[in-house]
């Protein structure tokens, strides 16, 4: 967790907080804590001065994407709910969104950021970010979107050598959420390695470096019923600021396949002219 005294001032004395994943960092100031590892494996977080408020009867051990652990708790139950380094690797970040609305009151919500998931921390890395990952995390007018994070996320060395020293500012390094009363959440398809690619280079190239924004504060925003989103829902920002005809070029330049196969920007084009 990025500052967890800043996450101890959304919390009042007299809340009831709930904690999501915790035990491998385990936060004592919940009193009730639900992860798939027991309570005899959780291990001590950064505020090991802070006495533990909840004991072993106050542990759910369980899968948090199922629906049976959480049929343990009662529509706003809690006054706080903390989930932290944890959508990001599960199946289901989707179920377990509405879970939390469902049960809790308000809460903070903690992922690496785009920028940090899909940069490599050096150019030979095999791997952007962390390869247990399953999900990108974008916030957009208070809206969780989820990209699930594919192959295409690997390909390129997409910070370059030039801009690697940002990873070692933690502002560029995670994406944070204080949210009161509800939120919205979704999944993005992808658009396909062509344009996801393209975008993910768009995305470093035009960053504001100067001014990260890594906290979200997201106030009674209900969910808007989707879960899913395809294709023709959605444009990614390369979209929005380029040609398609252009994208396709510029990652067939990029992958030296324009002259080795002609036909690919058409067959691409026939494709996705139809969504």
Known sequence: MYNTENVLKLIRDEDRVLDIGGAAEVFPRA??????????????????????????????????????????????????????????????????????????????????????ECAKSDSKAPVSGWEHHRWILDVEEGTLIFTPKLHWANQFDYLGDKRRHYLDDFNFQFTAIHWIGSFDYVERVTRGSVVETENQFYFYDVYDYDHPQPFHRIENMPHKGKTFIWFSDFKLPIEKSMLLEEIVYRYEKRTKTLSDQPSRMKRFFSWAWRL
């Open 31 to 116: 009193n009730v804590v639900m992860d798939v590892l027991p309570y005899e494996a959780r291990m001590l977080g950064p505020l090991g001065d802070i006495p533990e408020q909840f004991t072993r009867n106050d542990w759910y051990t369980g899968d948090i994407c199922a629906p049976q652990i959480w049929d343990h708790f009662k529509y706003k139950e809690f006054d706080f709910v903390i989930c932290s380094h944890v959508l990001e690797d599960i199946r289901d970040p989707i179920f377990v969104c509405g879970q939390m609305i469902r049960v809790a009151k308000s809460g903070y919500i903690e992922c690496p950021s785009r920028f940090r």
